[in-house]
């Protein structure tokens, strides 16, 4: 579908390709009035009464920075009906605390414990599933699968409820799609999940799950509904994000076979497979904030309340920051993407999704070989709020 807005000459395709358009929008009017969400499945209460958007780098990276001008309290009104009052809409005093209370279980220190004792092990058994079958949907098999399975892991919840934990995290981040199945999900999460806090409040366990029951605020433990509300939170920022831009780095390298077989010879080029990824097809391209008084951006006055997307997929693509932007190159000099946000907000998961994301892929090269995607017209990136391909077609010979 393509929307045309204010007869602009350039259309925003709001499935395929939106980068000319938000090439389009950086070089002319980089803070415009006007969106590139689309409402069509959202109820009208919803829908925001004004919008703004912030296409190019410095603006975005700005905006981020600016958590008292820029605030993330409209979560309250979208998400938050879904899955609580989490950390993504606080802010101040109260967001420093209870982040601070999650932040250690996903420092990049509690990660290398957790690297080959948990993450290796995930993705070796995953990619062994499928070894010697010749074929497979990697979105299927492979990129839902192991951010959910380490998510799972992660969490402390016994192997036997993995099948119950794919169902409900798939229904709840499919609920633009399915909004009923997505609010049955969430309160079937809001059982699943006190049960399980109840169990570890009676015999305590070192893992997600256990930290959050011990954590203490100012000497008071968090509240059950506190602690679940964050669990619920890590589907849609943990696991849609990663399995997205998974789907989307396996995508750009069965279409530049060259750096494929790059990264297959040299596995110290998969950090850089995986920024660069990051960076060209983000899989959150728009990030949305409230302003909560008058500011003025590029010139341009953007008034209190209203809706700002912070456009990330676009900020990724500036031309004054990356020479040929709209290359994937994985070899291009490194300068910090925006794809994990920033300021107080920024991705509480990013090492985690680094990590595991590494895993996966030196699992899969390990232990397949001629890796190319099936002959198939219909399979590329897609989608404009989430992008990622819906499926990856694959034929591949076991590694010998
Ligand atoms: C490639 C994968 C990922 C991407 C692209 C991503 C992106 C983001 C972005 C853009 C934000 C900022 C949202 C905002 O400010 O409104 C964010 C926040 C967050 N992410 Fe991630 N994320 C990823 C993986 C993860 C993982 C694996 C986890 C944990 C399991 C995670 C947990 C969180 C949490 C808890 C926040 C909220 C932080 C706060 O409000 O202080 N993310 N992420």
Redesign the pocket.
């Known amino acids: 579908m393509t929307i045309s807005t204010d007869n602009e000459p350039v259309a925003l395709d709001m499935s395929g390709d939106p980068y000319p358009f938000f090439e389009y929008k950086r070089k002319t009017e980089p803070v415009w009035r006007g969106t590139i969400m689309d409402h069509s499945m959202a109820p009208p209460e919803m829908v925001p009464d004004e919008e703004w958007t912030l296409f190019d780098y410095d603006s975005v990276f700005a905006a981020f920075r600016n958590d008292e001008v820029f605030g993330?309290h409209g979560y309250d009104q979208t998400i938050g009906l879904v899955i609580g009052p989490t950390?993504?809409a606080m802010h101040g005093k109260q967001?420093h605390d209870h982040?601070s209370l999650v932040a250690k279980a996903?420092r990049a220190s509690a990660l290398e414990r957790w690297e080959p004792s948990v993450i290796d092990p995930i993705c070796d058994a995953l990619v062994d599933e499928i070894r010697d079958a010749g074929q497979a949907d990697l979105v299927k098999a492979v990129t839902f699968e192991f951010?959910t399975r380490v998510?799972a892991a992660l969490l402390g919840l016994p192997s036997d409820d993995l099948e119950l934990f794919r169902r409900l995290s798939f229904d709840l981040i499919s609920i633009s799609v399915d909004i009923e199945a997505g609010l049955r999900a969430s309160v079937e999460l809001h059982d699943y999940f006190l049960e399980q806090v109840e169990q570890r409040r009676r015999t305590m366990t070192d893992d997600i799950i256990g930290d959050l029951v011990a954590a203490e605020i100012d000497g008071e433990k968090l509240t059950d509904d506190a602690i679940i509300s964050f669990l619920r939170?890590?589907l849609p920022?943990?696991l849609e994000?990663?399995y997205r831009?998974s789907g989307n780095l396996l995508y750009l390298l069965l279409t530049h076979p060259d750096q494929l077989r790059a990264v297959q010879q040299d596995r110290g080029l998969i950090p850089a497979a995986i920024e660069e990824a990051?960076r060209y097809e983000t899989?959150?391209v728009s990030?949305p904030r409230t302003t909560t008084r008058d500011v003025v951006m590029h010139g341009t006055t953007i008034p209190a309340g209203a809706q700002v997307n912070l456009c990330?997929g676009s900020a990724n693509r500036d031309e004054t920051r990356w020479a040929e932007p709209n290359t994937f190159d994985i070899h291009r000099p490194r300068h910090a993407h925006i794809?994990?946000?920033g300021g107080?907000?920024?991705?509480?998961?990013?090492h985690?999704?680094r990590v595991e994301t590494r895993a996966m892929l030196t699992s899969l090269f390990d232990r397949v070989t001629d890796l190319e995607l099936a002959a198939d017209d219909d399979v590329g990136i897609v989608g404009l709020t989430f992008r990622s391909p819906n499926k990856l077609p694959v034929t591949f010979r076991p590694a010998s």
């Not at 107080?344 to 990013?350: E, N, S, T, V």
């Open positions: 993330s950390i993504l967001h982040r996903f951010p998510t939170l890590l920022a943990g994000t990663t831009s990051l899989p959150l990030v990330t794809a994990f946000a107080i907000h920024m991705c509480l998961g990013m985690l999704a």
